[in-house]
């Protein structure tokens, strides 16, 4: 097999420019790189995934569970994760439709058949739930799940209202690592956005639980919102040093089209966001911030204070682990069909309480899933390492995508030897790029056909 690179332009080979960090790509479009995959028909998902559900698997696959909580307080500007306004009523109906979810998807063979090594309560605002549905939450999951003996669970939320009291009976509950959205520190950055507390009120709270070192805290910070200048996000670095939290991710802001922050923008309210050479520059700026103070860098946008953050769920998800999905709006993948469960709070609770399936939309996934797989945490790593791509068709991957990774060498996204790719600072900016690049290669070429002709020999 033999890649012409000569047939691609500069959207997969990258610009040549001296300044490939801020101009290597036009700008990132998505948070993540996605690969090909085929839909399944509705009237087949429910018999697929009672298929899916009622096999027994082989207790080495490693497997998640992602448990989503569809509500926030208010809707912050930049976001395109909301999904609906937070009210007792809603809450606590909805509460009762997920542990009805929760208890059957537990009770599949499949579900007791392997063990979970990493639990993850997402949103939306899991931290608008009440402390004592946290607490039960928790506790159904031990109870119910069989979890790997040093299992992440993690709970996600905010700051704003996380009383004593919550975070007691969420260690109560068995969570064992708090990821806290923050965006910012700034008061006016974060008044224009919406977040609820100033920034007095955040820092110490991060600090206080920081500083009761029962369980990892780890902050969200975000890049590129309006007011958010250099000399801000150099203040939010510090700020997230001088708290003592445990670990750290830094994401670029790229706001979608629901977003409301583009209209009031466009009505002058607020000034822009920022463009992505100046989100390169600040990119730049905490990438050397973590290096000159020591912060361990677990893959291009995430670092860790300390040993005990290990990010368990955001790099299994990455890579080919098996993610089951509970909850309006939850995504996940098993048996090599991604599925999405419904997003429109009505369509699951009813769903739920006729007995029927709550998927919105399956896909079977490409025959070379795996390796797209590996290349999307490969990237994220900031490393693609040779030993871990599998074979295409029948042959090594690395040496496939050889010509495009010494483009890159050249243009200064990666240093290439005969074993491993490793991004430079540039590479790492652009690294979902770089892999979304790889996997429209795969697509582009006949290479994937070559690949299930491979298999079917
Ligand atoms: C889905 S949110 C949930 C966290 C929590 N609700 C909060 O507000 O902090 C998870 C993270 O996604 C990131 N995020 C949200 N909107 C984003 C955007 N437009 N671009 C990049 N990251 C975004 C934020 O850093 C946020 O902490
Ligand atoms: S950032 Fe968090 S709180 Fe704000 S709208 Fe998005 S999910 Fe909700």
Redesign the pocket.
Known sequence: MYLNINQFDESILAVDTPDPLRFAFAKKHS?HAGGMSTPVMKDQQGEVLSRLLTTEKSKSDKRCLYVHVPF?RVR?T????FQNAASRKLVEDYFEALMTELKEKAKQPWTQSGLFHAVYI????PTDLSPKQVETLGKAIRQYFPLSTDCEITL???INRFSDEMYYRALEGGFNRF?????SFNTQVRRSAKRLDDREVVLDRVADLSRMDQAPIIL???YGLPYQTLDVFEQDLNDFMATGAHGI?L??????GS?PMLNLVEKGKIPPPANTPDKAAMYELGSNFMTKHHIKQLSVNHWARDNRERSQYNSLAKTYAEVLPIGCGAGGNIGGYGMMQHRSLDAYMRAIKSGDSVIAMMTKQHALEPLFAALKSGFDSGVVRKALLPALAGEDAFEFFMPLFKQWQQKGLAELDSQYLVLTLAGRFWAVSLAQACIQVLQQTDVAAKHIDSMAV
């Open positions: 948070a926030c912050c930049f976001c395109n994760f997402g949103g939306g605002t996600e939320g905010r990821s806290f959205g923050i965006q969200d910070l975000l991710d994401y670029q802001l790229v706001v979608g977003a």
